[in-house]
């Protein structure tokens, strides 16, 4: 994959019985990390789900470099080459660490001889060399969090798709988490797509943002695009959350008059 590889998506739309979880969603996502942010409720999940190829679109479609999902041999070939972490992480529950990673590894494709290396790698990357041995049903709940990204990078992927990676993560590895999501983007072909609440972390760690708002994209653009949202601190938040919540109620009233959404693309 290379620079000009991206996710295009084109009208991308969630129906949930009488609720669109996503409504025409339409953008291309390209290299580096690209922050989605969002209310609850506003579609992130149902959006990283479909990327992740776990559920497929009411309507519309999207394609990854050029492979298009709907056709089994692309999905196939895009799947070994995606990683990942999903809001509610579900693993061998009385394996240890390293077996789970090691079984991921092989999922994607990872030779057999090889997994051990790379669950290894995946483990000390996010930290996690020192309890390698242990059963997971032991860890922690940040342990675990990171044991999913451990899996989700094991086969070192160039699309990684994650859901609140550093939720309940205390905020020393939350940082080291970023650096590592940095640092694993700075590869250069590599797409992260992440989700977040913690609106200040994208500062460190995106070059994109996508605000969504019940269904709809409300903002999407660079991250300093996104800061000139934030005007002045005004001691109740950061620029950051200043421009969110500028971008959410300029949306509102966007949707309110029927005019386009702030920063669409
Ligand atoms: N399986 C489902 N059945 C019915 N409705 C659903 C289903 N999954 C999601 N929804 C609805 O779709 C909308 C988008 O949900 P989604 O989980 O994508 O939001 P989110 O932005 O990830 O929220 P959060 O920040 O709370 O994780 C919500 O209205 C939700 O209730």
Known sequence: MNEAVGIDCESLSVRHGAVWALRDVTLRIGSGVTAVLGPNGAGKSTLLRLLATQCAPSRGSFSVGGLDPRRQSDLNRLRL????????????EWSSALRNVEYSAWAHGVAVPDCNE??????????????????????????????????????????????????????????????????????????????????????????????????????????????????????????????????????EHAGAHGSSPVGSA
């Open 81 to 92: 080459d995606m990683g990942f972490l999903p809001q509610r992480f579900e693993c061998m």
């Open 118 to 251: 790379a669950a290894y790698d995946a483990l000390s990357m996010v930290g996690l060399s020192h309890v390698a041995g242990m059963q997971v049903r032991k860890l922690s709940g940040g342990m675990r969090q990171r044991l999913g990204l451990a899996c989700a990078v094991a086969h070192r992927p160039h699309v990684l798709i994650l859901d609140e990676p550093t939720v309940g993560i205390d905020p020393r590895q939350r940082m080291d988490i970023r650096r590592f999501l940095k640092d694993y983007a700075a590869q250069g072909d590599v797409i992260v797509v992440m989700s977040t609440h913690i609106v200040d972390e994208i500062q460190t760690l995106a070059s994109d943002v996508l605000v969504l708002d019940r269904g709809s994209v409300a903002f999407r653009g660079s991250l300093e695009r996104f800061r000139s949202f934030g005007g002045e601190r005004d001691g109740l938040g950061s620029v950051w959350e200043l421009a969110y919540a500028t971008v959410l109620d300029r949306s």
